[in-house]
């Protein structure tokens, strides 16, 4: 056999067994025995001396190229064999990808302040700013400067709880916060007061504990219509834009003419159930024009200047939104209750 | 108050259903419910009782034999106001009564053939007390459907708001009926001539009786009265007593003037109507004895008091069978004094609550005497004279409403024209004027009517608040401020819930036991009227509200807790808002693949420098730096897994473990941690002076605005160092010393400790050096470790360590 065809046969089997080769190591081992320094294909070289210059470069060549073809085709096995090493290995450490995830849990939020939250930012939008007071508070402020002197019978609408500190109370409702600022700026105002307000009560529809938002705007030519206008904007924004709503001319000391605002019930959407105590409706907030009265107490010009003024309670309208049944659910914090709500803002 | 639709169409012929008029008050501002009265009940019967007697093996029953003009049926029966020839309204087999049907029952050895009808059976009325006795003239056999008109005539029950105590009547209500649906209303008019006569022995010695008149009525006879007016009362939810009384309740229910009738034989010497003395004692009406004040009013006669005005009366001087002859009282006494006093006593009364809202002065005569001429009716006797001390006759106050006021106000035009139409509908005599219209407020809405801006609502109520279309004002933008306090707590509240803590509300209040357990002082502010003894301190701290709300999660077997609140604490002159961290058991669940073969549950528990972690991390967020821990000294916190937090110099809060003895007391597991923030101050004066600048708020709406900084240009050089130290040496302070010592020192970590003996710790450290003009040599650097070991050595007992 001449050396042509020996290296013919060589690269045959070379490539036979670059083929057959299942690692890296297997493969280097044919390298080493084909290309090696020790290799076949030098030790074929070596014997390259005794040919004619002709041949020495045919030979030559030919060595050459199966040199190369030898080394491209060893890199692509080994490019196949680390791909399969690699696979097998992240096989290998596969992960069951339905195992449950060990970050932390993202927290939930409470319905109610949640509730409080989006209600002032509705109001934020229309540009109202936040305003707030203590929840210890002045009995003047909560009481007599809104027009319910000691004695009136509005007294009896909101049953006071008294603490050892004379002249306060918990505040029965956020109204005193108009108060406060009516007293600290001059018209024009406009300002929305969320906050926690008591009552001595406590049923499934009543905590002693709650919260309200107040809204109050002052300016010159401020209408009744534009409460409607408001309160219109920020019930759709709540409760959906073709929610039905209902004005009842109804009574606060603090605003005249003073009225109740209904929504349709969300529950049975008016066709009557136990929510609405089949009436349809769900009473939802009050409002009215601020009374002189209010005014005079803290020296701004009926004269002059209207304005509106509403109040809602929010764990109202969080029961309606979570259909919640009992208030008592909101404060005694079991977590199974209060992880129900991850999801909401 | 409950007002039977027949007896409305007495005063007004309104056309429409029971439901409209409902409706339609709700409108105009009266809450209305229209429901039928009773419904028509199958095969009952008015049935005569023949006999009773003792039923022979259970004392408690009795047998009654009752006719219904057919037949005889033997009835067993548990009332005890049962007796012969009495009329009552007997259910028959088949009858369905409270959703059960009648059927023959044998009680012992009796068979009771049916059941005799209360008012709350019948389902007109809540009275199970007795059953009810029918009058005489009825016949046996006749239909009680028919008799009491079950299922036909209609109740429109209505709640008023305080300022409407002129609706409190059937005729009140008729005249706002009358005014939403524009018909006139009709009066009844007394026919009865009762001669004046000032000899009657009446006194009026203060000036908070500001009517009083007095009617005596002699030889009466008292009885049930007439079935119709018994009727009345029980479909106006009242139970008929005797004719009397019957009629004063009827007039104060169709007329709102409360009256009262005193046993004139049982007083002795002069009526004085004047304020009580200091502890005068009266046993009144319900069989309570009553200790009166100074300021209280009272009816008295030479001995004794005899009603608490405007309230109730007295039982020396009650009506009964035995009376003959009566004073019958009608007055307006004070609204203020009647509420304290009422209130005070806790009694509230169909006259009280009709004298706080304000009673019709004017209309007092008409009223009495219609009850005059209804007892001499009922109860004949005579009528032999009246009294009436009305020192200051009402004055109408004249209120001017302006055309633009209205427009101001409600934003429509409402011409002078048509506020009269709607104002005298409302029985307000009222004259056109220059740009609007006088009206003169007659007494039943003096105290609800005073200015102009109440007319605005009486007019605007009736023209329909709900049909005014809306406007949209301009939101003042001077008015405009930032709300920075709002959005302070939205930013604090998102992080602790992004970062998995819980939002929990609690009460504000809570109970003396846990500040006892804890350790502290109770707080200053207490609710004098608690409702429940452990709901009376107001807390000032979270601490005591987040434990709370473990130990109830715990009751759940919710053992890994995450909590966050926000809200307020209380303090003799202001309020802190702050934000309270509670973490227990595990902070999160999960497995680790990367352990070879095993996949570990991966969960980790709290510790201290975790719940320090999110401290720290929310006074990042806030962009605070300059954090502190210092040595802290709360009874309930672990003093050597604790620290109080301080920012610039300023203390925050606190962060650390629950002291382990104050845990076993309490009952939650020891690996419990809290922490605490202020965040701001609400003080309750109006310029919350009281309050300071040390809360977190301050802090961050101070804190100065990040100022860019050029990037580093040239490479810096990392050196691990490792020193030997005392054991109680603080890392802290270590790291401040190496990074305070050159500004070429960008950067401190800490990787490593361990501890070498009782005494001597070894601290690794990873410096970074850093020059901004140039790159560092080797030499330099070393040069830099060489001094800043020197100067390390000469603070802390160290060593560094090759």
Request: charged share 30%; aromatic share 8%.
């Amino acid at each position: 056999m001449n050396l042509i065809d020996q290296i013919k046969a060589l690269k045959e089997e070379a490539l036979r067994l670059i083929d057959k080769a299942v690692d890296l190591e297997k493969l280097n081992s044919v390298r080493v025995e084909f290309l090696g320094k020790k290799g076949k294909l030098k030790a074929i070289l070596k014997t390259l001396g005794k040919l004619s210059p002709e041949e020495r470069k045919q030979v030559g060549q030919l060595a050459n190229t199966v040199k190369e073809e030898l080394e491209e085709r060893i890199k692509q096995k080994e490019e196949e064999l680390k791909k399969q090493a690699l696979a097998e290995e992240l096989k290998k450490n596969k992960v069951d990808i339905t195992l449950p995830h060990s970050w932390i849990e993202v927290g939930s939020a409470h319905p109610v302040i949640s509730t409080m939250f989006e209600i002032v930012e509705t109001f934020v939008a229309m540009g109202f700013s936040v305003a707030q007071g203590p929840e210890v508070e002045k009995e003047a402020y909560n009481f007599d400067m809104l027009n319910i002197p000691p004695d009136h019978p509005a007294r009896d609408m909101q049953d006071t709880f008294f603490i050892n500190k004379e002249g306060y109370v918990l505040r029965t409702h956020t109204s005193p916060v108009q108060i406060r600022a009516m007293l600290t700026q001059k018209p024009p105002i406009s300002i929305v007061a969320p906050g926690r307000v008591y009552r001595k009560d406590a049923d499934p529809t009543h905590s002693p504990m709650f919260h309200q938002i107040e809204g109050l705007l002052v300016d010159e030519g401020i209408t009744f219509r534009d409460l409607k206008g408001i309160l219109k904007i920020f019930l759709e924004t709540t409760f959906g834009k073709d929610i039905p709503i209902r004005f009842r001319p109804s009574y606060f000391p603090f605003t005249e003419p003073s009225a109740e605002v209904d929504i349709g019930c969300t529950v049975c959407k008016g066709s009557g159930c136990r929510v609405c105590k089949d009436t349809g409706w769900l009473e939802i907030l009050g409002c009215g024009m601020v009374d002189p009265n209010v005014f005079d107490a803290v020296g701004i010009d009926w004269e002059r200047y209207t304005g509106f003024a509403f109040g809602l309670g929010v764990e109202r309208i969080a029961m309606l939104k979570y259909q919640i049944n009992d208030i008592r659910l909101l404060f005694d914090n079991n977590m199974k209750f209060n992880h129900q709500f991850k999801g909401i803002r | 108050m409950k007002v039977p639709y027949s007896w409305l169409k007495e005063f007004v012929d309104i056309q429409v259903s029971p439901q409209e008029v409902a409706d339609r008050l709700n409108e105009t501002g009266i809450e209305a419910v229209a429901y039928p009265f009773g419904e028509r009940i199958e095969n009952i019967v008015v049935g005569k009782i023949l006999s009773v007697g003792k039923h022979p093996e259970r004392d408690k029953l009795l047998v009654c034999k009752v006719s219904d003009g057919e037949r005889e049926y033997q009835i067993i029966t548990g009332a005890t106001n049962v007796f012969p020839n009495g009329k009552v309204v007997l259910a028959k087999e088949g009858a369905v009564i409270q959703g059960k049907t009648i059927k023959p029952v044998k009680f012992g050895s009796l068979q009771s053939e049916g059941m005799l009808l209360s008012l709350e059976e019948l389902g007109i009325g809540e009275d199970a007390e007795g059953i009810l006795i029918l009058p005489d003239e009825v016949k046996e056999g006749e239909d009680p459907n028919k008799l009491l008109g079950l299922g036909e005539d209609w109740i429109i029950e209505i709640e008023i708001t305080p300022n409407r105590g002129d609706a409190l009547s059937v005729k009140g209500l008729a005249r706002e009926v009358g005014a939403v649906f524009g018909l006139k209303k009709r009066d009844k008019k007394p026919s009865v001539e009762i001669p004046q006569d000032d000899s009657i022995k009446i006194q009026v010695l203060t000036d908070k009786a500001y009517r009083y008149r007095g009617v005596i009525i002699q030889g009466v006879e008292i009885k049930p009265s007439p079935f119709d007016i018994q009727l009345k009362l029980i479909k106006a939810g009242q139970k008929p007593i005797n004719n009397v009384v019957d009629i004063t309740n009827y007039i104060l229910l169709e007329e709102g003037q409360p009256l009262h009738a005193f046993d004139l034989d049982k007083i002795e010497g002069e009526v004085v109507v004047r304020e009580a003395k200091e502890g005068e004692k009266v046993i009144t009406l319900d069989g309570e004895e009553r200790s009166l004040k100074q300021g209280d009013i009272v009816i008295a006669d030479s001995k004794k008091v005899i009603a608490i005005a405007g309230i109730i009366g007295a039982d020396n001087t009650k009506v009964d069978s035995n009376t003959r002859n009566i004073l019958l009282e009608g007055a307006v006494f004070d609204n203020i004094q009647v509420r304290k006093t009422a209130k005070r006593l806790g009694i509230t009364t169909e006259s009280s609550y009709r004298f706080e809202r304000g009673v019709d002065i004017q209309n007092l005569p008409n009223a009495q005497d219609r009850a005059v001429e209804l007892i001499l009716q009922t109860a004949t006797g005579k009528a032999t004279g009246y009294k009436d001390i009305y020192t200051k006759p009402y004055i109408p106050k004249e209120i001017t409403l302006r055309e633009k006021t209205t427009k101001r106000v409600l934003g429509i035009d409402i011409p002078k024209e048509e506020a009269k139409e709607l104002l005298e509908r409302l029985e307000i005599p009222t004259e056109i004027t220059e740009g609007g219209t006088v009206s003169k407020i007659p007494a039943f809405r003096s105290l609800d009517l005073e200015r102009e801006i109440d007319l605005v609502e009486e007019v605007g109520r009736l023209k329909g608040l709900n049909k005014l279309s809306e406007t949209y004002p301009k939101i003042p933008t001077q008015a405009f401020r930032k709300s920075d306090e709002f959005n302070f707590d939205r930013r604090t509240r998102d992080f602790f819930k992004d970062i998995g803590f819980d939002e929990v509300v609690s009460y504000t209040f809570v109970d003396e036991e846990i500040y006892s357990i804890l350790g502290l002082p109770v707080p200053p502010i207490r609710i004098k009227n608690y409702l429940l003894k452990i709901q009376s301190i107001m807390r000032d701290n979270l601490a005591v509200s987040l434990i709370k709300t473990l130990q109830y999660n715990l009751r759940f077997q919710n053992r890994d807790l995450k909590i966050f609140e926000i809200s307020s604490t209380f303090f003799e002159d202001y309020e802190e808002i702050r934000l309270g961290l509670l973490a227990t058991g595990k902070i999160n669940r999960g497995f680790d693949f990367t352990k070879g073969e095993t996949q570990y549950s991966t969960t980790q528990n709290w510790d201290f420098l975790k719940i320090k972690g999110a401290v720290e991390s929310y006074l990042k967020m806030l962009g605070l730096d300059g954090v502190k821990y210092t040595q802290i000294d709360l009874p309930y916190i672990n003093p050597y897994e604790g620290a109080k937090v301080s920012v610039n110099g300023v203390e925050v809060g606190y962060v650390g473990r629950i002291h382990p003895e104050k845990a076993e007391m309490l009952e939650i597991p020891k690996d419990t941690y809290i922490a605490e923030l202020k965040l701001r101050c609400v003080g309750r004066t109006l310029n919350n002076q009281e309050c300071g600048s040390d809360y977190l708020f301050n802090l961050w709406k101070n804190k100065d605005t990040v100022v860019f900084q050029e990037l580093p240009k040239f490479p810096a050089v990392k050196r691990s160092l490792a020193f030997e130290v005392d054991e109680d040496l603080q890392v802290d302070k270590l790291l401040e010393a190496v990074k305070n010592f050159s500004p070429k020192i960008e950067a401190v970590e800490l990787f490593d400790i361990y501890y070498l003996d009782e005494n001597r710790k070894s601290v690794a450290v990873s410096v970074l050096f850093r020059d901004k003009e140039k790159s560092l040599s080797d030499e330099e650097v070393n040069q830099l470790v060489e001094q800043l070991v020197k100067d390390l050595q000469n603070r802390f007992n160290l060593k560094l360590r090759t």
